[in-house]
């Protein structure tokens, strides 16, 4: 029989990302964020090749990099709306972690699984963070994406990507619970 862990459980069926701009100070210390760090390292992991590392930034962080967004945003090819837009994600957020992937090369783990590794770093620390009480949201958009942006502003290498932008902070207002999939429509069962 298993062993249920019903206020893990009901956590999961509720949970509820909170809009990054809804989240504000205070956010979580170096010692509050580290047992979130810990928990989202335990993300499933084929081969333990931790394809993916964090980059923890803080608010004079978050302030240049809406900076470096403005700066790129021209030659990335984008209009005055998606630079503000963009920009508004980092000069509102006051502490997010850059969830960046790092293939590592292997024989036996394909890219792919490392991506999925990867992705799943980024919700367990979307959960863990909701979990410790703190509001959180995951964010990438076009910053994301942008080679130079993300040279010049993370420091990245070419092998390197950001998974998602996880910003945490104090929740000032609960949303409203969105849609939720309806599952009739995505479960085939195979019986045989």
Known sequence: MPDPNPQAFEFLLNR???????LTT???SRSD????????????????????????LERAAMLRLADVVESHGPSAGR???????????FT???L????IEVQKPSEKIPAIEQTYSTGAVCL?????ALASGWGANWLSGWPSHDQGFVRDGLGLEAHERV???????????????????????????VSE
């Not at 509820?16 to 809804?22: E, I, Y």
């Not at 580290?34 to 993916?52: F, M, N, Q, V, Y």
């Not at 997010?96 to 969830?99: C, E, M, P, R």
């Not at 367990?124 to 863990?128: D, H, K, R, S, V």
């Open 163 to 189: 998974a998602g932008f996880i910003h945490i902070g104090t929740e000032t207002t609960t949303p409203p619970d969105r849609p939720r999939p309806d599952l009739d429509t995505i479960i085939t069962w």
């Open 33 to 56: 964020l580290l047992p979130i760090l810990t928990a989202a390292a335990r993300s499933p992991d084929h081969g333990k090749l931790e394809p993916w590392r964090f980059v923890v």
């Open 124 to 128: 367990a620390l979307l959960n863990a």
């Open 96 to 99: 997010a972690v850059a969830v």
């Open 16 to 22: 509820r990302s909170r809009p990054a701009k809804t």
């Open 79 to 89: 209009s005055e709306e998606e630079v503000a837009k963009a920009r508004l994600a």
């Open 92 to 94: 509102d957020g006051h």
């Open 26 to 28: 205070p956010t979580p």
